[in-house]
């Protein structure tokens, strides 16, 4: 089975994952304009019957394509639970516990009914019970701390977080473009 592909711009941004036979398309409409990745997946088409060869295309993990397809147009990277849990690494962002995904809420910091929108600053992931103890309140109101500060991805972290089956060579292209926060003598620097 061959994996998602990964789609770049012209000038290398990461767009998108695309399935093989997108990545195809593209070859056959001269749309690729380069590769990067080691990475490489021969496609075998249909015979002639005319001639009895039968056809066969060699595609990249990691292809640029010279078009203006952006995934998100707003910029923000669609908000969804399966991508919010990987986000926080399936951490209770109140109790600080790892748990399987069907434990695992979605808590709103201002809760939804009181205003709060589902967006990626306003959303963690919570445990059952620590949800169910916050109940209707602000982390504040309720006593409990939050553990880390929510955050929106950005596409390359995002493309992470949507993909569960990423070539290391993909992985590697992706995080360049990956926030990375490192610290140095008590400093933080991007």
Same mark, same amino acid.
């Given at each position: 089975?061959?994996?998602?592909?990964?789609?770049?711009?012209?000038?290398?941004?990461?767009?998108?994952?695309?399935?093989?036979?997108?990545?195809?398309?593209?070859?056959?409409?001269?749309?690729?304009?380069?590769?990067?990745?080691?990475?490489?997946?021969?496609?075998?088409?249909?015979?002639?019957?005319? +001639?009895? %060869? =039968?056809?066969?295309?060699?595609?990249?993990?990691?292809?640029? !394509?010279? #078009?203006?397809? =952006?995934?998100?147009?707003?910029?923000?990277?669609?908000?969804?639970?399966?991508?919010?849990?990987? *986000? #926080? *690494?399936?951490? /209770?962002?109140?109790?600080?516990?790892?748990?399987?995904?069907?434990?695992? +809420?979605? #808590?709103?910091?201002?809760?939804?009914?009181?205003?709060?929108? %589902?967006?990626?600053?306003? /959303?963690?992931?919570?445990?059952?019970?620590?949800?169910? *103890?916050?109940?209707?309140?602000? &982390?504040?109101?309720?006593?409990?701390?939050?553990?880390? !500060? &929510?955050?929106? &991805?950005?596409?390359?972290?995002?493309?992470?977080?949507?993909?569960?089956?990423?070539?290391?060579?993909?992985?590697?292209?992706?995080?360049?473009?990956?926030?990375?926060?490192? =610290? /140095? #003598?008590? !400093?933080?620097?991007?």
């Amino acid at each position: 089975m061959i994996p998602s592909i990964l789609k770049l711009d012209a000038g290398g941004q990461p767009v998108a994952w695309i399935r093989w036979q997108s990545a195809v398309t593209l070859y056959a409409r001269e749309r690729v304009c380069w590769e990067a990745g080691a990475e490489r997946f021969r496609i075998l088409g249909g015979t002639c019957a005319r +001639t009895g %060869s =039968r056809s066969s295309f060699e595609i990249g993990s990691i292809i640029a !394509v010279a #078009d203006r397809t =952006r995934k998100f147009a707003s910029g923000t990277p669609l908000l969804t639970n399966r991508t919010l849990f990987q *986000r #926080d *690494r399936n951490l /209770c962002l109140y109790c600080g516990h790892q748990f399987h995904v069907s434990k695992l +809420t979605r #808590d709103h910091i201002v809760p939804a009914s009181r205003g709060g929108q %589902s967006i990626w600053e306003n /959303c963690v992931t919570a445990c059952e019970r620590c949800n169910h *103890r916050k109940a209707n309140r602000t &982390p504040e109101e309720a006593n409990m701390k939050l553990l880390a !500060v &929510p955050y929106t &991805p950005n596409l390359a972290e995002y493309l992470i977080l949507s993909n569960r089956k990423i070539l290391a060579d993909q992985m590697e292209f992706l995080l360049h473009f990956a926030a990375k926060k490192q =610290r /140095c #003598d008590g !400093v933080i620097k991007n």
